[in-house]
């Protein structure tokens, strides 16, 4: 019964996708300023579609027209409120290439990593509502470090409180991943693999709870080759952490 649940559960996911992916609206051939007024209200409303379909037709029609910068930026809000990521990236590799000194390139920048952080999301895990912790992390890098960049570069933008928020949550969901990678090596007993993964972790992610959590293993690990010095400091450093 369960197995048949989740049968019909995804078949529904399927054709929610295959809708999302259907034809275009025919945009007619208005002048640039009605077409844009158009995909302004289709963004009001949310219909990001519509909205989709009237700026890349603004887009294909009037490449260097007086909107072609604001299209750009509108096809990436849109593109990524309708989950097509890759033509978001596409759209923001494009911009970043051809406007790097635009006065929105920190919006730029943080919709880069929004994007990275969408990825990282399987669809299937967040239909199901499965963890798996334990995924390749790439996209979860990849976002860490657009967002880091964007703090770094433009620590005044409107972006960066919201940037710094999710860099701590990506911080937690790389460090789990690196615990997971742990408790792996230490099945195997692979535990020199054990240790240097715990000290990227204390290099990386020092204040996150996965990486306390990754010390036991590593104390573990040391006493395992007998390096009962290394063995002491880490259970030195978890006391400590008890402690506070």
């Known amino acids: ?4 649940k989740y049968l019909v559960a995804l078949a529904t996911l399927s054709l929610a996708l295959v809708g999302c992916s259907g034809s275009k609206d025919v945009v007619p051939d208005n002048p640039p300023s009605q ?10 409303d949310g219909n990001f579609r519509g909205a989709i379909s009237q700026l890349e037709a603004l887009d294909n029609r009037y490449p260097f027209g ?14 990524y409120k309708n989950d097509d990521m890759p033509m978001a990236q596409a759209t923001i590799s494009r911009f970043m290439r051809l406007n790097p000194t635009h006065p929105n390139i920190d919006y ?7 994007t990275d952080m969408a990825l990282d999301q399987s669809a ?3 239909f199901f509502g499965i963890d798996r912790s334990d ?9 860490f470090k657009d967002l ?8 005044n933008s409107q972006y960066t409180p919201d940037a710094q928020k999710r860099l701590v949550a990506l911080k937690d969901r790389l460090s789990t991943y690196q615990l997971s990678v742990v408790k792996f ?3 195997r007993g692979a535990y020199v693999a054990v240790v240097n993964r715990a000290k990227e972790m204390l290099s990386d992610y020092p204040d996150t709870q996965s990486t306390r959590e990754a010390l036991p293993y590593m104390e573990n690990a040391y006493r395992k080759l007998q390096l009962t010095t290394e063995a002491d400091k880490v259970a030195k450093l978890i006391a400590s952490n008890n402690t506070k």
């Not at 730029?108 to 929004?114: I, R, S």
């Not at 880091?148 to 620590?155: N, R, W």
């Open 148 to 155: 880091s960049q964007l703090v770094q570069s433009y620590p």
């Open 108 to 114: 730029v920048m943080y919709m880069q990593g929004l």
């Open 35 to 44: 077409i844009y007024a158009t995909a302004q209200q289709k963004l009001q």
């Open 135 to 143: 995924r390749d992390p790439s996209n979860a890098r990849q976002a």
């Open 66 to 79: 007086p909107y072609s910068q604001q299209v750009q930026l509108d096809l990436i809000y849109a593109y």
């Open 1 to 4: 019964m369960m197995r048949m």
């Open 185 to 187: 090596y230490t099945k």
């Open 124 to 126: 299937l895990q967040h």
